[in-house]
Each structure stands twice: as C-alpha cells, then as structure tokens.
C-alpha cells in the first residue's frame, strides 16, 4: 500500500498541511491516519449524563478529526507572541505572515469576522498600567473567536472539503511505529482499533502531526528512531473560576487576557492561558485514564461565571530528562484525591490551609461550572513550587483584577499542558530523518490552534514548491 503522503493526525497542521496542497492544485495521493472518529461522530455523553463516563478507547473531546480543537472554545490568537516558538524557526515577519494567512482560511470557512482586542483602547491602557504595577506583563494579542459550537461547523467543512478533493481520511486508526529504512522513512505502521490487525502503509513523505495527545507516543519514538530533539517544557497549573462581574472589564476589554509574571521566590514563567468569558470547566481524558481539566466557551450559550488557567513552565536540566512523565505524575496523585476526578478547591481554604467542602460550593458566590469536580484539597498532590508560583500570581493577579483572589475563588487541578520534546528541524522542517516531518503541537514548536494550523500550512507550502507548484499564499 503505497502514497505520496502520509499524516499522523487529524489536528489543525495535519489538516492544514493537506488543505494547503490541495489549494496550490497538488495531485499527490494523500493518507490521513486519525485514531478518533469523524467530526460528526464526535460526541461527549457527559452533555446527556452529566458526568464524565470515561468513554473507551479514547476521549471524544481529546481525540478525532481537528483533535481537542473541535471541542475547544475555538480562539484563534493572531500574534507571534503566543502560540509556541515557530517564530525562532521560521522568522518572526514570516510567522506573522502565515498567521494572516491561515486565518483569510479560516474566516473562508464562516470563522466570525469580529476581533477581539482591538477596541477600547483606554480600558486596555488602564488594565497594562495596572500589570506593570503589578509585576506583569500584558502581552498583546488580537483573538478571533471561533465558540465550541462554532469550531465544529468549520472543521466539519473543512473535512468534507478534503475528502472531496480526494484526501483519503481512516478514521479509527492508530500509528503503533515508522517504518525507517537507512536513516530513511518510508512509511508507517497502523493498527485498526475495530478488527487490532497491524500493517505497513509506505510512502515517500510521512508527516507526525499527533497533538499533544501524542506527545508520550512520539518521545518514545523520538528515542527508538534516535530523530534528534531536546527536552521539551510541560506546563502545570490550574483552572481558576471567578464571577463574570469580577472580569467585567477584562472580558470586554480584552476578551482573553493574556498576562506574564515570574513570582517570587523561584522565578518560574506563570502566565495566564485559555480564558472563558461566560464559559464552562470541562475535563478531558488521556488515554492512560489520566484526567485533566480545561475550559470551553460557547459563541451562544453563556455560564454566569469566567474561567482561566495559570499554568507554571518547568524546564529540566540534566540528568532528568522525563517532563511528560513528571507532569503525568502530578496528575495521577490529584486524580487520587478526587477518586478519578477533578478536584476543586477555594482559594481562601487554600491560604487558611483547609480543605474545601462540598457544603461550603453550595453557599458560595461562584458555583462550579463542572458538577462532578469534587471539593477537596488541592496543595495534598500539587508540588510546593508549583503551588507557591500560582499563589503569588492569584496575589498580583488581584492588583490587575480586583475580586480575583476572592475568598471563594474556585482553583480547579489538575491543568496540565504536555507538548513533545522539541524535535529539531531547519527552515524546511525537515528533520534529520529523510523524508520525516513533525508539526504542531506534537513537535515541540507550536501551543494551540492557530500557530499550529500555520505550521501546517508553511509544510503544504514546502511540498508544494518542490513541486513547482503556483502559489496562493502571497
């Protein structure tokens, strides 16, 4: 069995990379290996049942067609400055320019027209005043919301578009290895997750765009094919809930806020991430049962509460060298406390040093957007440091936004962000592998929807020069 192509992945850079081909009028025989389901397929029964069932094989909102980004609240962040370090791949003017790029496609699939953070410019001068008195630094970043809802009618078509223009998509399939040959890949092992049967899938270019569902998978692979990378960053944290009157102006101004700081005493990078106006905490399963929260917001439907994480960065020197497993060890012991579940703890019972109670959510100001989190102890499974850097950012935080470090503000655990050791390539992303690419989150270099969608398109771009190819991308 035998392609031009070969993807990994049906997140946002697999899709793009193939959508871009298609685009500059490429007629290459083209195989997208996905270990989830079709779009329309995708479904969470937490939304009928009112709890996570922990669905098996995998996790409908972590894994099918345009992966978590199908499910997520669908922001698309128009900056270089956020997204991953393409920029320090690629240049940062040229980043730039396929961010544009890559957002006229989205918006040609019916993406909303409206930007935030352009206007209010006074509200947004009062708010960074406030960050640098605080220690802070508000990074400017324009976001196009897509909603949840949203997301999954553009990602919809953008699939029914592919396969109409011949992109063959197996669904239900899962990459066990690469088949290398001389320092050479020529191809890619799959297993069919309904029948178990593996077999060979050659081709003369494979690209591994597996998210960050499949940054465990690829370090290991990364390991076994000796394909050069480094030590990567994880991000630990929380997701923090808060009235929508205490982010009244923020939500406004802004929409998403994104700040920096590096508290004492340790210095760490904190920044704010994934902000929810009038949005709802989820959780997402991994496939080794792991469960971790995160944020959705809805284009329609709005929760009278604001949802954000602050994510610590932790960067490990010699000789440790297992972030991913780190990080997935935090999350396994807060897992334990909650007996397979969310925790969810007040902020002021963290500073006194007690437990939450379910009695006590029930009288509280901020109801939890997640029914089933269960009230209890966070600082029992969170690393001091860690937790030591997110107090003293919810401190700074109070000084941009006023009722932040509220007594009964909700900090949801565990949030965790795993993305692959950074697998080095040059401008044309090719790795010291022949004919291997790696893209999007799962490389190393991007951290979310647009900047990874981007990476994808710049991979359908360099494929399509060497085929001589007219270009659209100016």
Known sequence: ??????????????????FQLIKRGSKKKILMI??????EKRHCPKAKVGYCTNCRPYCHITTGFSGAGAFSDGKLSLSTEVGGELPELLGEKYTQKMIDYTDSIYLSFGADTHIEGLEHKDSIKEIRK??????????????????????????????????????EIRFGCNCTNLILKNSECIGVKVECSKTGVEQEIFADTTVVATGRRGAEWLERICEEHKIAHQAGTVDIGVRVEVRNEVMEEVNEALYESKLIGYPNPFKDKVRTFCQN???VVSQENYDNDLAVVNGHSY??????????SILCSHNFT????????YAQKVGELTNMLANGRILVQRFGDILDGKRTWERELSRSNVRPTLPDAVAGDITAGMPYRAMTNIINFIKAMEHVVPGFAAYETLLYSPELKFYSNRVKMDKDLNTNIKNLHTLGDSSGWTRGLMMASAMGVVMGDRMADKEALPVVSE
């Open 130 to 167: 406030r960050a640098i008195k605080a220690g802070l630094k508000l990074v400017d970043c324009p976001i196009r919301h897509m909603g949840t809802e949203k997301a999954q009618e553009i990602y919809g078509a953008i699939q029914k578009c592919l396969i109409d223009s011949g992109v």
């Open 277 to 279: 106006p009038g949005g």
């Open 34 to 39: 996905e270990k989830g389901e079709s779009i």
């Open 1 to 18: 069995m035998k392609y031009d192509l070969v993807i990994v992945g049906a997140g946002p850079a697999g899709i793009f990379t193939a």
């Open 299 to 308: 284009k329609d439907r709005k929760s009278p509460n604001t949802n954000l």
């Open 318 to 325: 010699f000789p440790f060298n297992q972030p991913i497993a």
